[in-house]
């Protein structure tokens, strides 16, 4: 990103282009206007943006239009789309197509001017990670983080980066994928590592219990507290607080976790005075907290305040590279637990593990490995040695892969049993992902459970 951030602003009305042009050129920004989609999109093809502030409604071409122009041209620019006719079917298509936020109007100029700032901080950060050649034979990892590919790679750069602020990081990716191990990185690697690091299931905590964990209590404050107790941020004081979960909290303790994360103050339950801590929060979640924001579950304030930099945990569908690696270290982990001599996974075993997408991740494969270690009766891993449930063994290895010869099209095809081809792929491989629940693959398919059901028995696919 060049020193001085450039931001094009797209607005058809001359006095909000006028307007922004002020309040950005104030805040250093070199800004560049545009009064129409066409011309925006003109303006995109001819140059490099930081950063795109575009009103959504345009008349000739929509902020969205040139949203997809922006990121075609450049990934890393960040877009922020703004409009007085929001809604939450356009906003959830912003935030897919890869919009850094939507902003309805008319906005507050403070929470604006943060939310360019956030952006361009992000964008910066993720700009000098892409630099990061995925090609690199140095073998990184952080802790027991397994994996050399390119996108833990790029985690790995980021943890480096962030590691060492007391900025507040969001960690985000399927159940299963080494989210706390993330978390302990940033904490090992800070200054605040000699401090304890304190993790919270916030979706393991009933709510009724959650507030007093968390802030602490005083004596007499409700039945059975017989005595002081300090809670987990004043535990964590000078540390790291990692809520794991953090999409599962209730609205009325967000108020309360957003009063803290501002004044960075405690009130325990049943009392007045305000404790000062210095904890560092780290969350994470499984949940698409954008859409929670849209759909009023998850307060959008906190949202912003938690969400400063977000690392998202790719799962290990998107890492296979990682995927042998991985299984070695379970085996060698599991065989010293267990006193056996198993020193390799055969390459059959191997393969044979690559053809499953691990819906529960490296959890998952980690506890496949501690099973097969168990019930191993000889020194290597062999595929029938893999304490794989036949169901789950019967779909890895019953789904064919299969490839379709566009060139025979010169010497005549029959239409009909290709697409049939290929929609039993479909099919098959859906079943393959869920292990047989056609509930769950109905609705991989966009497809309600009759009409898949229908294309089963139509197909002959059980």
Same mark, same amino acid.
């Not at 294309?455 to 059980?462: A, F, H, I, P, S």
């Given at each position: $990103?060049?020193?001085?951030?450039?931001?094009?602003?797209?607005?058809?009305? /001359?006095? $909000?282009?006028?307007?922004?042009?002020?309040?950005?050129?104030?805040?250093?920004?070199?800004?560049?206007?545009?009064?129409?989609?066409?011309?925006?999109?003109?303006?995109?093809?001819?140059?490099?943006?930081?950063?795109?502030?575009?009103?959504?409604?345009?008349?000739?071409? %929509? !902020?969205?239009?040139?949203?997809?122009?922006?990121?075609?041209?450049?990934?890393?620019?960040?877009?922020?789309?703004?409009?007085?006719?929001?809604?939450?079917?356009?906003?959830?298509?912003?935030?897919?197509?890869?919009?850094?936020? +939507?902003?309805?109007?008319?906005?507050?100029?403070? #929470?604006?001017?943060?939310?360019?700032?956030?952006?361009?901080?992000?964008?910066?950060?993720?700009?000098?990670?892409?630099?990061?050649?995925?090609?690199?034979?140095? #073998?990184?990892?952080?802790?027991?983080? =397994?994996?050399?590919?390119?996108? &833990?790679?790029?985690? +790995?750069?980021?943890?480096?980066?962030?590691?060492?602020?007391?900025?507040?990081?969001?960690?985000?990716?399927?159940?299963?994928?080494?989210?706390?191990?993330?978390?302990?990185?940033?904490?090992?690697?800070?200054?605040?590592?000699?401090?304890?690091? =304190?993790?919270?299931?916030?979706?393991?905590?009933?709510? %009724?219990?959650?507030?007093?964990?968390?802030?602490?209590?005083?004596?007499?404050?409700?039945?059975?507290?017989?005595?002081?107790?300090?809670?987990?941020?004043?535990?964590?004081?000078?540390?790291?607080?990692?809520?794991?979960? =953090?999409?599962?909290?209730? &609205?009325?303790?967000?108020?309360?976790?957003?009063?803290?994360?501002?004044? @960075?103050?405690?009130?325990?339950?049943?009392?007045?005075?305000? *404790?000062? *801590?210095?904890?560092?929060?780290?969350?994470? %979640?499984?949940?698409?907290?954008?859409?929670?924001? &849209?759909?009023?579950?998850?307060?959008?304030?906190?949202?912003?305040?938690?969400?400063?930099?977000?690392?998202?945990?790719?799962?290990?569908?998107? @890492?296979?590279?990682?995927?042998?690696?991985?299984?070695?270290?379970?085996?060698?982990?599991?065989?010293?637990?267990?006193?056996?001599?198993? %020193?390799?996974?055969?390459?059959?075993?191997?393969?044979?593990?690559?053809? +499953?997408?691990?819906? !529960?991740? *490296?959890?998952?494969?980690?506890?496949? &490995?501690?099973?097969?270690?168990?019930?191993?009766?000889?020194?290597?891993? /062999?595929?029938?040695?893999?304490?794989?449930?036949?169901?789950?063994?019967?779909? =890895?290895?019953?789904?064919?892969?299969?490839?379709?010869?566009?060139?025979?099209?010169?010497?005549?095809?029959?239409?009909?049993?290709? /697409?049939?081809?290929?929609?039993?792929?479909?099919?098959?491989?859906?079943?393959?992902?869920?292990?047989?629940?056609?509930?769950?693959?109905?609705?991989?398919?966009?497809?309600?459970?009759?009409?898949?059901?229908?294309?089963?028995?139509?197909?002959?696919?059980?």
């Amino acid at each position: $990103m060049s020193k001085t951030p450039h931001i094009l602003v797209v607005d058809d009305e /001359l006095g $909000m282009r006028e307007f922004l042009e002020v309040l950005l050129t104030r805040e250093g920004y070199r800004v560049t206007l545009s009064d129409s989609g066409r011309d925006a999109i003109k303006k995109i093809g001819k140059g490099d943006y930081d950063l795109v502030l575009t009103d959504i409604r345009l008349g000739d071409v %929509t !902020g969205l239009d040139i949203l997809r122009a922006a990121k075609a041209r450049r990934e890393e620019t960040a877009v922020i789309l703004i409009s007085a006719y929001a809604t939450t079917e356009t906003a959830v298509e912003a935030m897919n197509e890869g919009a850094y936020d +939507y902003v309805p109007k008319p906005f507050d100029n403070e #929470e604006l001017k943060e939310t360019l700032r956030r952006a361009l901080e992000i964008q910066s950060i993720a700009a000098e990670k892409e630099t990061i050649s995925d090609e690199s034979p140095e #073998e990184r990892h952080f802790g027991r983080m =397994i994996g050399d590919s390119g996108p &833990m790679r790029r985690i +790995y750069a980021l943890v480096e980066q962030v590691a060492d602020t007391r900025t507040n990081v969001m960690i985000t990716g399927e159940s299963g994928t080494g989210k706390e191990l993330i978390a302990r990185s940033l904490h090992d690697l800070s200054r605040r590592k000699e401090r304890p690091f =304190i993790p919270v299931n916030c979706g393991g905590i009933p709510e %009724t219990l959650m507030e007093s964990a968390l802030f602490g209590y005083l004596k007499g404050a409700f039945t059975g507290a017989t005595q002081d107790k300090k809670g987990l941020f004043e535990e964590a004081d000078g540390g790291t607080l990692f809520l794991d979960e =953090i999409g599962e909290i209730s &609205m009325a303790l967000q108020v309360k976790l957003l009063r803290v994360i501002q004044e @960075r103050t405690v009130t325990p339950v049943g009392g007045a005075r305000e *404790v000062a *801590v210095d904890t560092r929060i780290i969350c994470a %979640t499984n949940k698409n907290l954008e859409e929670e924001v &849209m759909g009023s579950r998850f307060r959008q304030d906190l949202f912003y305040r938690l969400n400063v930099i977000e690392i998202r945990v790719p799962p290990l569908r998107e @890492r296979k590279a990682d995927l042998k690696p991985l299984a070695q270290f379970f085996l060698e982990k599991y065989a010293t637990e267990m006193d056996k001599h198993i %020193t390799q996974i055969s390459s059959y075993a191997i393969d044979l593990l690559k053809n +499953y997408d691990f819906p !529960g991740n *490296v959890r998952e494969l980690e506890n496949l &490995m501690e099973r097969s270690v168990a019930l191993s009766t000889t020194n290597i891993i /062999l595929p029938e040695s893999l304490a794989m449930s036949s169901r789950r063994r019967r779909w =890895i290895e019953g789904v064919p892969k299969r490839r379709f010869d566009l060139e025979a099209v010169s010497t005549g095809v029959d239409i009909t049993e290709i /697409l049939e081809a290929i929609e039993t792929a479909y099919v098959e491989k859906a079943l393959a992902f869920t292990l047989g629940n056609k509930s769950r693959a109905a609705e991989l398919l966009g497809l309600s459970l009759r009409s898949f059901r229908y294309r089963c028995d139509k197909l002959g696919v059980t």
